[in-house]
T-cell receptor, first 111, second 111 residues
Framework: GIQVEQSPPDLILQEGANSTLRCNFS?????LQWFHQNPWGQLINLFY???GTKQNGRLSATTVATERYSLLYISSSQTTDSGVYFC?????????????FGKGTKLSVKP | NAGVTQTPKFRVLKTGQSMTLLCAQD?????MYWYRQDPGMGLRLIHY???????AKGEVPDGYNVSRLKKQNFLLGLESAAPSQTSVYFC??????????FGSGTRLTVV
């Protein structure tokens, strides 16, 4: 099956700093999403981005499908950005609905 | 509009006991999913459903069964619980183009 690798596994930032999180995948995909899991365990969808670039406030994401990676940018980080960021992909050659998650990047933003 | 609701939120089982986790969504979503989350492992797909009356296996289906008798409900069953099934279980549903909305999770401990 498709492999999903996220980097870095852990990231510590000072409030106000910028960061880039990466998601590499091993095969072509027709669905790619980014999620944030807050310290209380709630999972929130940030982006649906199988290709191209999207922005939502201080967050933006870019997927280069031909090179099999996606990037999540966080600018001017805030303590509320802390948590774990996951990417999830659906292999183009697999069953619809089989959405596979990476192991996540744990982000800690210090005041 | 409650979104995705999981019951129960917490449960402790003895090894060998059975139980059913209920997921309900009121968004008329076609797709529903069950994931488990373990430390350092990210979210792993157990089973999913692409519509009422259908189910499919995910990455880690062994030891679990599911049913989708009604469009709004997706049940996850453990017939004979094992300590390895201690985990946090998340249900999700999705709308085109399969953007996931998650429930708040069920923390299950098997002793």
């Amino acid at each position: 099956g498709i492999q999903v690798e996220q980097s870095p596994p852990d990231l510590i930032l000072q409030e106000g700093a910028n960061s880039t999180l990466r998601c590499n995948f091993s095969d072509s995909v027709n669905n790619l999403q980014w999620f944030h899991q807050n310290p209380w365990g709630q999972l929130i969808n940030l982006f649906y981005i199988p290709s191209g670039t999207k922005q939502n406030g201080r967050l933006s994401a870019t997927t280069v499908a031909t090179e099999r990676y996606s990037l999540l940018y966080i600018s001017s980080s805030q303590t509320t950005d802390s948590g774990v960021y996951f990417c999830a992909v659906e292999w183009d050659g697999g069953s619809q609905g089989n959405l596979i998650f990476g192991k996540g990047t744990k982000l800690s933003v210090k005041p | 509009n409650a979104g995705v609701t999981q019951t129960p939120k917490f449960r402790v089982l003895k090894t060998g006991q059975s139980m059913t986790l209920l997921c309900a969504q009121d968004m008329n979503h076609e797709y529903m999913y069950w994931y488990r989350q373990d430390p350092g492992m990210g979210l792993r797909l157990i089973h999913y459903s692409v519509g009422e009356g259908t189910t499919a296996k995910g990455e880690v289906p062994d030891g679990y069964n599911v049913s989708r008798l009604k469009k709004q409900n997706f049940l996850l069953g453990l017939e004979s619980a094992a300590p390895s099934q201690t985990s946090v279980y998340f249900c999700a549903s999705s709308y085109p183009p399969r953007v996931l909305a998650f429930g708040s999770g069920t923390r299950l401990t098997v002793v």
